[in-house]
């Protein structure tokens, strides 16, 4: 027999960055974070429950995966079998919907769409805010995809696992948009699992950034409250600057910048000088992502074409939470 479900989740960009576990096991966060689902990157997998399989087998943008992929996915769906008390096997097909070239992947849209299609699957019927505790299981950053516009990541309490969830914030339902420039989309050299667990352990600016980033959090939600879009973008572009000098304290130093990100962001600086309101922010590796007003997405595009090609630049809007997709 063969029990299927089918979930699509969009990626999401940090405004208030996770950076650094308190428990790798469980990946619990040492600090809240706050996102932007966003609508231009997504995921859509489909999980097919078949009691012949002896093995999980992993299909990915069409293409069988091979045994360190597919033991990651397997672990991660060991999760919904204990709580099904089922020991059924799975065929996972994954495609990542990204617009051209870009090549963006997400762990974030992957185990968000992964825990949706298993929920059903598996026919367990977890909420929103459980389930989203599972998806902080395969990547931290997964637990925001659940929810579309700002969604807020409760770090928890202890080694509470439960008591680490999302929640939604606000729709962003008002003039907001974010644009992705694509400086280097091939695959970073330290992983941000890895670069978070050396920066917890060895940076002495990081005990700065756990305390910073919860005040930057709440002031953050209350200018989203309160709709201040100069203040938002402050916000995001401080917090991500210092999540970013965490790592140059560390031992050894690192970044994920490169000469392009620098061009970008001199070039994002001047755009704002000259009087548009855009803010960038940057995550663990190359990309740089600018937070905008959607209505002066365009412009800022136009400006940005003297710098990267138009391939490279990537305009989105907010986007929407999980959604479970019947077969097409
Ligand atoms: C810099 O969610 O990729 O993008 O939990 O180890 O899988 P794991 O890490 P991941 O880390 C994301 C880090 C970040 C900031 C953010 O998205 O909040």
Redesign the pocket.
Known sequence: MITTGICRAHT???LI???G?RSEAL?LPMNS?L?LTLDAFYTDTKVSLDDRLTDDVFYLNGRLQGAKETAKISRFLDLFRRTAASSTRARIDSYNHVPTAAGLAS??SAFAALAGAANEAFGLRLDKQTLSTYA?R?????T?SLYGGFVEWHKGQDEQSGSSYAIPVDDADWDIGMIIIAVNTGKKAI???EG?KRTVDTSPFYPAWVTTAETDLQQMKQAIAERDFTRLGEITESNGMK?HGTMLGAVPPFSYWEPDSIRAIQKITQIRCNGTPCYVTM??GPNVKVLCRYSDSERIKEELLTEFSSQQIIVSRPGPGIKVLSEA
């Open positions: 999401n960009i940090a960055k996770y950076w576990k990946f974070s996102s762990s974030a902080r395969g990547s931290g950053s997964a925001r992983s941000s699992r978070m999540m995550d663990a």
